[in-house]
């Protein structure tokens, strides 16, 4: 029941990104690597709910927020 609570509220934290981001090739962590070094702000459970989704594609990406 707490975990559910803990997931929900970071889902509905609001997304702070650039407009349009790029993914590169590469594994989910590899991925993830890659947006922290780039100064995105993402994190371990970004990690673990983009797996569970499924891997993402490769290319630019338009959040439009």
Not at 34 to 52: R, W
């Amino acid at each position: 029941m707490f975990l559910m609570i803990l997931l929900s509220w970071y889902l509905a934290l609001p997304v702070r990104s650039a407009k349009i981001i790029y993914i590169p090739k590469g594994s989910t962590f590899e991925i993830i690597t890659y947006l922290d070094k780039n100064n995105y702000d993402v994190g371990l459970v970004d990690a673990l709910l983009v797996g569970l989704i499924g891997k993402p594609q490769r290319g630019w990406i338009d959040i439009g927020a």
